[in-house]
T-cell receptor
Framework: GQQVMQIPQYQHVQEGEDFTTYCNSS?????IQWYKQRPGGHPVFLIQ?????EVKKQKRLTFQFGEAKKNSSLHITATQTTDVGTYFC????????????FGTGTRLQVTL | DAGVIQSPRHEVTEMGQEVTLRCKPI?????LFWYRQTMMRGLELLIY????????DSGMPEDRFSAKMPNASFSTLKIQPSEPRDSAVYFC???????????FGQGTRLTVV
């Protein structure tokens, strides 16, 4: 079945350092979404990418969709303690765009 | 809008008991999803509804699990009988057909002892 893997599973950085999480799908995706889940919280939508090679920025966050539309990345510049949480990518199931397959997630810990 | 509302927030029950989780989606959203989150398996889609009709329940783990959506503003996920391995956080999410962004509720943390 369709699989969406993320690496790393966990990363611990010091405040001010950069962070990147990578998302890889076993199938081509029509679009990809990114969500953030704070500890004890629920997933919150961050962004959606649709076009091959698309790059979008939200302040210190940069999202990229691969040319083959099978991978994506999220890069955070100069992390802050407010960036702590788990970041998930999610793509539509093959043949059924209505439901999402969530990636395995990357947990980010930021310390002073 | 208050967002997706789930109840209860926490549930502790004994093995063998029936558990009912509740969800009120955002008004106007025509898709509703039930997810389960565990450390081992991550976020798993259990079932989803479109216009109150169950579309795909292939993620429902066993016959002990059932879900209903009697109207556009209410859905339930029932586990009967519950088992310790059902312990997880259960999320309900909704979205509109015009937008792929899913809005999640706060979740119900279920502990079966």
């Amino acid at each position: 079945g369709q699989q969406v893997m993320q690496i790393p599973q966990y990363q611990h950085v010091q405040e001010g350092e950069d962070f990147t999480t990578y998302c890889n799908s076993s199938t081509t995706l029509s679009n990809i979404q990114w969500y953030k889940q704070r500890p004890g919280g629920h997933p919150v939508f961050l962004i959606q990418l649709v076009k091959s090679g698309e790059v979008k920025k939200q302040k210190r966050l940069t999202f990229q969709f691969g040319e083959a539309k099978k991978n994506s990345s999220l890069h955070i510049t100069a992390t802050q303690t407010t960036d702590v949480g788990t970041y998930f990518c999610a793509g539509p199931y093959t043949g059924t765009a209505s439901k999402l397959t969530f990636g395995t997630g990357t947990r980010l810990q930021v310390t002073l | 809008d208050a967002g997706v509302i789930q109840s209860p927030r926490h549930e502790v029950t004994e093995m063998g008991q029936e558990v009912t989780l509740r969800c009120k989606p955002i008004s106007g959203h025509d898709y509703l999803f039930w997810y389960r989150q565990t450390m081992m398996r991550g976020l798993e889609l259990l079932i989803y509804f479109n216009n109150n009709v169950p579309i795909d329940d292939s993620g429902m783990p066993e016959d002990r699990f059932s879900a209903k959506m009697p109207n556009a503003s209410f859905s339930t996920l029932k586990i009967q009988p519950s088992e310790p391995r059902d312990s997880a956080v259960y999320f309900c999410a909704s979205r509109s057909s015009e937008n792929t962004e899913a809005f999640f509720g706060q979740g119900t943390r279920l502990t079966v002892v």
